[in-house]
């Protein structure tokens, strides 16, 4: 079998705005905050659930978050978002 050499699409990346993104995330969830969970969602988000739903708009978005909200107590630390891996990728221009 040929073993043609293959391309990195990897490259170096400063990882700081994926960590901040993360800590925002986090503090939303620990304070039961929706309006900060969806802080960085534009107008026309779509949004994949871990169901195989499709939720199409900020608006859509924000209010199935306000509602996963509202009956929870803010318990900071019972859920945890962390970052195991983040790889970041340049963009190739085949002509």
Partial sequence: MNNPERPALAVES????VD???????????TADAGLFNRHFAADVLWG??????VDGYD??????ARMFAPIRA???ASRYIVEHARFHVELHMT
């Fill in 49 to 54: 659930s871990p169901f195989g739903a499709v």
């Fill in 20 to 30: 901040e993104f993360v800590r925002e995330l986090q503090q939303a969830i620990d």
């Fill in 14 to 17: 400063d990882r700081l705005p």
């Fill in 60 to 65: 859509a978005i924000h209010a199935i978050h």
């Fill in 75 to 77: 318990t900071p630390g």
